[in-house]
Structure formats: C-alpha cells, structure tokens
Nanobody, 120 residues
C-alpha cells in the first residue's frame, strides 16, 4: 500500500516561513514527477509547484520567487520551502506523486493534506 504523508503545516505570521515535507512509503519501483497543490474551501485545487525526477521545476506565478520545491530521491521525499508567506497562501496543501509500482505500471497518488494558515 503506497502512502504519501505530509507534515510541516501550521500557523505562521505574514512574512514568515514554513517547510512542508511529504514522505512516500510502500512498495515502489520508482517515482516520476512530484508536486504540491493547494486548495481553499469552496475553490478548485491549484498547482503550486512540481519537480521531475531529473530535478526540473515549475511554479505557479503566485509563488515564484517565494517558494522552492526540492526532492530527496534516496528518501522518496519531496519538500517545499515557503518564504515571505502571505494571507492568500492560506490553504490545505497536498502533495502528489506519479509512482511506478513496477517498470510499466504507474499511478498518481495524493497525500491527506496539511493546513497552512498565514495570519497575524
């Protein structure tokens, strides 16, 4: 059973920083792309950042220059460092990964989400 478990969310003041982690467990052949998404209640889930297995990254315009996504392949873990946080960054953050269970069989998995609240 493959699981993605996020950690690191919480309450932070505007201008502050948080680092989210997402660890993957279970029987895995390999992991392709990994990413972070966020969702505000009543709104669509939106992309925050992605990173390929080769380390190529992409960001939503709203977080460029403030957030940095990274991954540690040996630990099957993806991170996002969030700096200069704004109240509009408040959301539930979800990690996502395309995981190969065998050489030819893959599926997309989601974590359970972690709340990030930016407020004074």
């Amino acid at each position: 059973q493959v699981q993605l478990v996020e950690s690191g969310g919480g309450l932070v003041q505007p201008g502050g920083s948080l680092r989210l982690s997402c660890a993957t467990s279970g029987s895995i052949f390999s992991i392709d792309s990994m990413g972070w998404y966020r969702q505000v209640l009543g709104q669509e889930r939106e992309l925050v950042a992605t990173i390929t297995s080769a380390g190529n990254t992409a960001y939503a315009d709203s977080v460029k220059g403030r957030f940095t996504i990274s991954r540690e392949n040996a630990k099957n873990t993806v991170y996002v460092q969030m700096n200069s946080l704004k109240p509009e960054d408040t959301a539930v953050y979800y990690c996502n990964a395309r995981i190969y269970l065998t050489r030819f069989v893959s599926s997309t998995y989601w974590g359970q989400g972690t709340q990030v609240t930016v407020s004074s």
